[in-house]
């Protein structure tokens, strides 16, 4: 323990310098501090449906992780081998490369800037890397905070759920400044197949808002297609074979079919349970209504998706994952 704590303070004061120097230094710094910071702990924050796969793949990649959440009994998967500490800021303290995977920005803005927070204890020189689905302007907030303390934010969401967080084939949408994203990189990629570099702060997630508001459109409407095709007779199975080889196809189709017995190993096929909750969806459309309401962008659908997955919440979805919006239309099927 103390042998990896002296170990941790040079790799970290070494990160520190680097930052502060020419591209060409800075590179040669990065190299050094990554093969010497290699199996110094990383610290994680948010062991929920996403964070608790990704922690596992860290660990597979040979890094010793501190790790907390406010849910205990989310730590129980690593209390024997991975040290379990009480707040952000004893991750803070023991760790200088931190990932955080929190539902919402109120979430992220506690953990962070909160009396127990990371910036509490942060280390100068420090990644804090923020893979929550959030509202761009708070990454912007917390990126200031953060440098005030000399240390980097960097935002970088994830897409792929969670089955390709255990697989560890996610893909990173990642914004911050670009001379910080081989590092970001070292540790994505123990997570992701794909790791793909935005631009500045609050680009990750500008990124991540798009996709989810696109998602949960194609989901709503391979929900309606597959009920109305199943009142018209056809077999599930059958349709969607036929939509997956025709121009239907889409990932909610052909990968999460919200249909229960059309696929296996997908929520659908497990009364909804685990996944991409319903609740989280509301929440990425509402960040999606706020940033078109700020850009002057017209999101029709986008709106009217917001609207389902709230009803859906209002009436006992908000736990399940997002694909039972083909139950809720089902049991709506009378209006
Ligand atoms: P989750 O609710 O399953 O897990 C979040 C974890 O954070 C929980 O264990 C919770 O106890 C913990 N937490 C909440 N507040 C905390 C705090 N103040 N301090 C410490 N821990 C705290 O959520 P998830 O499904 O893992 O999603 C996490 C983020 O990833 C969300 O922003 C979501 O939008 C995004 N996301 C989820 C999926 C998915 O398929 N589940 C896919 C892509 C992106």
Not at 140 to 156: P, Q, R
Request: hydrophobic residues 40%; glycine residues 12%; aromatic residues 6%.
């Amino acid at each position: 323990m103390a042998a990896a704590l002296v170990l941790r303070g040079a790799a970290g004061s070494l990160l520190g310098r680097g930052r502060r120097q020419g591209a060409g230094q800075a590179g040669l710094a990065a190299a050094c501090s990554r093969s010497m910071a290699s199996k110094t702990p990383v610290g994680f924050i948010g062991l929920g449906n996403m964070g608790n796969p990704m922690a596992k793949n860290l660990i597979k990649h040979g890094y010793p992780l501190v790790i907390y959440d406010v849910f205990p009994e989310a730590c129980k998967d690593f209390k024997d081998s991975e040290q379990v500490v009480a707040s952000p800021a004893d991750v803070a303290e023991r760790a200088d490369r931190i990932i955080t995977m929190l539902p919402t920005s109120h979430n992220a803005l506690e953990v962070y800037t909160g009396p127990k927070g990371i910036l509490k204890r942060v280390k100068k020189g420090s990644l804090l890397i923020d893979s929550s689905t959030i509202d761009p302007a708070v990454s912007k907030e917390l990126a200031k905070e953060v440098e005030k303390m000399g240390a980097v934010f960097m935002d970088s969401p994830v897409s792929g759920g969670v089955g390709a967080a255990r697989a560890g084939n996610l893909t990173f949408m990642v914004g911050g400044l670009e001379r910080e994203f081989a590092a970001a990189r070292e540790l994505l990629e123990c997570m992701g197949s794909n790791v793909v570099y935005c631009g500045g702060v609050g680009t990750g997630q500008a990124a991540k808002i798009c996709n989810n508001m696109l998602l949960a459109i194609s989901m709503i409407g391979t929900a309606e297609a597959m009920n109305l095709g199943i009142r018209l007779g056809l077999d599930p199975k059958l349709l969607a074979k036929i939509l997956n080889m025709s121009s239907g196809r889409c990932w909610s189709s052909d990968t999460y079919n919200p249909v229960p017995g059309v696929m296996d190993g997908v929520p659908s096929a497990n009364n909804y349970q685990g996944g991409f909750g319903t609740v989280l969806m509301a929440k990425d459309l509402g960040l999606a209504q706020d940033s078109a309401t700020s850009t002057k962008s017209p999101i029709l659908l986008g709106g009217m998706s917001h609207q389902i997955y709230r009803m859906m919440c209002a009436k006992g979805y908000a736990r399940k994952d997002f694909s039972s919006v083909f139950q809720f239309l089902r049991e709506e099927e009378n209006l």
